[in-house]
């Protein structure tokens, strides 16, 4: 009795083991599927970021700002985007993208990447768990190639092309790859979460983007003096519609901007893209109410570069900000940049045909240190030894405000100084302004032997 007793218990357990086993594989295999199922859609999402990044660039930009020159210049400004998205592409996969991601020093990467060497499917878990390093790379490719291009709006209608190109390239690896490693490169002397000695929150690219490339922009601006005829001769927009259509294109590629630098498909993509549509609707009204009290009128040209403030300045806080404080950034960013455009621009009387130091310098530069104050770990936690610790000044934190102005500090020091070398060495080696002949009659024809609009066809 007590054999078939002992038996019987043997056989329940083997059976047991055997369910047991099986279990385990059922469970194995189920999360197996989960996490491909997450890889594929956060993949998917990464993907469809960066084709809307890309269509910031063109045709977004290329709109935006060719609608804002004059006629005989519009292939020639359209035409700065268009080479930028091509030239920008070589460059990163050469060296670029090891610059920026490379391991390297506290400053600049190393040459791991060149080439694209060892980016392949596989996830490169320093940066992005569950999509490909190929990905990874790709989505940051699109940001290295709208910076240089906002750029171009300060130098519309006097750059020579060739120059440009020279510029960009130097440029980009002068500031925006050293830049983008500092805030956003393992080790990086401003990476809020990978090591960096001051953390400065810029979620996707306050300062990497906006600031370096506004500052920049400027300087270009006063090295290449103003354009022939300006003050005396009318230089109004030829054509408003054009413009129109590139803000709203700016507006819908923007979510793959700020909510892709989430690089999943989850909430916090989900939460940065709230605030980055909330961002440009506050800024689109808060430049039309400033122009509406000042002139009477509200006009269009307002209202879509009130949008664009309001993206800039939501850009770095778009991934640490509740809603609320997103209408309050874009807001503010509407009225700060019209008074930029405006008052500060006439009262220093520098030519910076397209704006983009007022709207990216100066609304990058609130943004960023808006976000040390609205920086919430209710948005996007920050552990240290497993303990979630407080963000911005809402969270208990002022002193993230200080980390904040050193980010900027740095961005700007290192737009200036790096502009005003690349553009020393342009200028000594082929020149960087076309003549009076060559300006006066239009880039397009000048540079490239074409013409916008030809009403003969």
């Not at 990086?188 to 690219?205: E, I, K, R, S």
């Not at 600031?211 to 354009?227: D, E, F, H, P, Q």
């Not at 980390?403 to 200036?416: E, S, T």
Request: charged share 10%; hydrophobic share 50%; aromatic share 10%.
């Amino acid at each position: 009795m007590r054999r078939n007793a002992f038996q019987f218990l043997c056989l329940m357990a083997g059976a047991a083991g055997v369910l047991g086993a099986q279990d385990a594989d059922k469970i194995a295999a189920v999360e197996s599927a989960v996490k491909s199922a997450q890889s594929a859609g956060d993949n998917a999402w990464m993907l469809a970021s960066s084709a809307l990044v890309l269509m910031m660039t063109g045709p977004g930009l290329a709109l935006f700002y060719g609608g804002l020159v004059r006629k005989k210049n519009v292939l020639g400004t359209m035409m700065q985007s268009f080479v930028l998205m091509a030239f920008i592409t070589v460059l990163w996969a050469l060296v670029g993208y090891s610059l920026a991601f490379g391991e390297g020093s506290r400053f600049i990467g190393d040459l791991r990447y060149a080439l694209m060497n060892g980016v392949g499917m596989d996830p490169n878990p320093t940066y992005a768990a569950t999509i490909p390093h190929l990905t990874f790379s790709v989505f940051q490719l699109m940001f290295a190639i709208i910076t240089p291009a906002l750029i171009t709006g300060a130098f519309a209608e006097r750059m020579r092309f060739s120059a440009m190109l020279l510029f960009m390239t130097l440029w980009a690896l002068i500031v925006y790859f050293p830049m983008a490693h500092m805030v956003w490169g393992n080790g990086g002397l401003l990476n809020a979460y990978l090591g960096g000695v001051f953390p400065c929150f810029d979620f996707a690219g306050g300062t990497v983007v906006h600031i370096t490339s506004g500052v920049s922009a400027l300087i270009c601006a006063i090295y290449l003096g103003k354009r022939h005829g300006y003050g005396s001769e009318t230089m109004k927009p030829h054509s408003m519609v054009l413009s129109f259509i590139g803000a709203c294109l700016l507006w819908v590629g923007w979510f793959g901007f700020n909510a892709g630098s989430a690089l999943g498909a989850g909430g916090l993509a989900a939460s940065a893209f709230v605030a980055t549509h909330f961002g440009a609707a506050a800024g689109a009204l808060g430049w039309m109410l400033a122009e509406w009290f000042k002139h009477g009128k509200p006009s269009v040209l307002g209202g879509i570069s009130g949008c664009v403030a309001g993206l800039v300045a939501i850009t770095p806080a778009s991934g640490f900000v509740k809603p609320m404080p997103a209408l309050l950034i874009g807001l503010a960013a509407g009225f700060l940049c019209y008074m930029m455009v405006t008052a500060v621009k006439q009262k220093f009387g520098y030519d910076d045909s397209l704006d983009a130091f007022g709207v990216h310098g100066g609304g990058g530069t609130l943004g960023a240190l808006l976000t040390g104050v609205f920086a919430t770990n209710q948005v996007n936690s920050a552990q240290i030894n497993g303990q979630t610790v407080p963000l911005g000044l809402v969270d208990g934190n002022p002193g993230q405000i200080l980390n904040q102005a050193i980010g900027v500090g740095v961005a700007i020091l290192l737009a200036v100084v790096g502009t005003f070398i690349a553009l020393k060495i342009c200028d000594a080696l082929i020149g960087v302004r076309v003549d009076v002949k060559e300006e006066v009659t239009g880039l397009d024809l000048s540079m490239h032997g074409e013409e916008g609009y030809s009403l003969e066809a």
